[in-house]
């Protein structure tokens, strides 16, 4: 039978997704890495890394999916931008050897802005945050700021008609399909270079297999 969740419940679920905190925080993120293995997978590739590279990355939860991206190429450079203070104490207790080696960092940031110069990295990529965010037209200008001339953006999301069957989407989440999403990009000066429609099977919160269905849209600075 299905689990009966009142609406306090699905708000907590929604607030833990957005900004995870205290002990339901670290299962909330334990239950990320499963759910968005693939997508983060899936936007890590559509970044083609290249040796040398400046990462950042936007709301990497406790990053346990950071060896991976670091394989991809020779001599990156990560920084992963959250707005929990939890995630970044995960993430840097987890990747304490990468951050050891100065191939890793992990910075606090707000909703809003993003604490870095203009034109520092080759690469900014983020998975499933795009429904958090409060300004995005401001946000999206932020992360074009930030990016190298010729630089990419890889945003990946899942789509509205997935999301919005989730019971807690209704308390805070902003849900989008690739043309909302496209749109957007594109009033911050974007150059949509890519777009691709993938599904993948996944559990729902009760064991059941689902099929999800999400974008992963690589837009580029021009230079």
Request: hydrophobic share 40%.
């Amino acid at each position: 039978m299905e689990n009966q969740y009142s609406e306090n419940d699905l708000r907590e679920v929604a607030a833990q997704l957005s900004c995870p905190q205290g002990e339901k925080g670290l299962k909330t993120a334990a239950m990320m890495n499963i759910s968005n293995k693939g997508m983060t997978e899936s936007a890590i590739s559509a970044m083609t890394l290249q040796d040398g590279n400046q990462i950042l990355e936007i709301g990497p939860g406790n990053a346990n999916h950071l060896e991976y991206l670091l394989q991809q190429a020779e001599n990156l450079a990560y920084t992963g931008a959250d707005i929990s203070p939890l995630m970044i104490e995960e993430a840097s207790k987890i990747n304490a050897s990468f951050i050891q080696n100065n191939q890793a960092k992990f910075t606090l940031t707000n909703p809003d802005t993003l604490p870095f110069a203009a034109a520092v990295f080759n690469k900014v990529f983020t998975v499933n945050t795009i429904y958090f965010w409060k300004n995005p037209e401001q946000f999206l200008d932020e992360i074009f700021r930030i990016l190298t001339p010729g630089g990419t953006f890889v945003l990946c999301f899942a789509d509205k008609s997935f999301m919005e069957n989730l019971p807690f989407t209704p308390f805070g989440f902003q849900l989008y399909n690739v043309d909302s999403a496209t749109e957007l990009l594109k009033k911050s000066a974007f150059d949509i270079e890519k777009t691709a429609e993938l599904t993948e099977e996944i559990y729902n919160n009760i064991g059941q297999p689902v099929s999800r269905k999400y974008y992963v849209i690589r837009a580029l600075k021009a230079g």
